[in-house]
């Protein structure tokens, strides 16, 4: 039996989360199943679990996420990520100066 996402149990917490959103109900719980039935991944089921609630509040699916492959850097448009378009590094703090980063 095909399941709603092509290679499901290959996806990552990130790809499952965008991919998901444009499944109805009937297709969601089909993959919570089948995630329990085999991977049973914690945080997998979480997204879903949340999702599913969010549908049963009226929330419709919706085209986002279908057409993304994080997992991949690509996207089914063409567009893939390319580290030659990255932004070049900046210069290095002065002396005294401390970087701030979110959360630590």
């Known amino acids: 039996m095909a399941l709603p996402i092509p290679d499901f149990d290959h996806l990552p917490l990130g790809s ?19 995630e329990q039935a085999h991977g049973d991944r914690l945080p997998v089921l979480e997204v879903m679990r949340s999702r599913r609630e969010q549908l049963e509040a009226g929330a419709e699916p919706s085209s986002g996420g279908q ?38």
């Open 67 to 104: 057409d993304v492959h994080p997992e991949t850097g690509e996207t089914s448009h063409g567009s893939p990520v390319d580290p030659s378009s990255a932004a070049e590094p900046g210069p290095p703090n002065r002396h005294g100066l401390r970087q701030v980063t979110w959360g630590g």
């Open 16 to 34: 499952v989360a965008d991919r998901i959103r444009a499944l109805d109900l009937d297709q969601l719980d089909e993959l919570i199943a089948h």
